[in-house]
């Protein structure tokens, strides 16, 4: 099993700090919920391709993200893989990926996952089964995360960005265990614990934007 490299992650996590702070004004809030050590999985809205890269440079720790292999093109593929980011073929249950993604959290490290499996209006209204999988089978933590300001308004430079050094709310919540503690994988157990992160994930997603006044 190839595991996706930590260290590469780390270079990661340095990259998206420069580049996300050096580009936008980022607010982050409740990071220290994450927990320092262990496996986690961060389940973050997603609404707008800056998602990925503006977690990766506001999260404490490095962050393994689940991303569609169709942005893994070019030279995008080699620098993806290299600071540890795992392409998945969101077609088919894909094994290689879903191999990947729990190496990552029985060595310890924290999985990213949109759990909306695409960009869509950022609201958690649509899940998918596979992050209740991860977190039943992987024994980790879910922490929500709402991303919030990156669709707001359109940059004047680059259309498809923020405007430059606009503010970008990045808001951590409290980790909770997704399963019901038997460890149970069957399909009802996955179901209801899917049910159970769709309303602490919504939950989450209201409560940072009372917070952030968005």
């Not at 996590?13 to 262990?38: C, D, E, N, S, T």
């Not at 430079?157 to 019901?180: H, M, N, Q, T, Y």
Request: hydrophobic share 45%.
């Amino acid at each position: 099993m190839t595991v996706p490299s930590q260290k590469g992650a780390a270079v990661g996590r340095g990259i998206g700090i420069g580049l996300m702070y050096g580009l936008w004004k980022p607010r982050v809030l409740g990071a220290w919920r994450v927990p320092a050590a262990g496996p986690v999985i961060l389940a973050v809205n997603h609404s707008h391709n800056i998602d990925g890269p503006m977690l990766m440079g506001t999260a404490p720790r490095p962050v393994h993200f689940l991303i569609k292999k169709e942005a893994f093109v070019g030279p995008l593929d080699p620098f993806l893989t290299g600071i540890g980011q795992i392409k998945v073929d969101r077609t088919i249950p894909d094994r290689a990926a879903i191999t990947s993604a729990i190496g990552v959290l029985e060595n310890g490290g924290v999985l990213g996952i949109f759990p909306e499996g695409t960009r869509g209006e950022g609201d958690f209204a649509a899940l998918r089964a596979g992050l209740a999988y991860f977190a039943v089978r992987g024994g980790a933590p879910i922490v929500p995360v709402a991303v919030l300001g990156s669709t707001e308004r359109r940059g004047r430079l680059i259309r498809a960005l923020p405007p430059l050094r606009s503010k970008v709310d990045v808001v951590f919540g409290e980790a909770f265990e997704a399963g019901d503690g038997s460890g149970r994988r069957t399909r009802k157990a996955l179901d209801e614990a899917t049910v159970r992160i769709q309303e602490r994930l919504t939950a989450h997603l209201e409560n940072a934007k009372r917070l952030t006044g968005r």
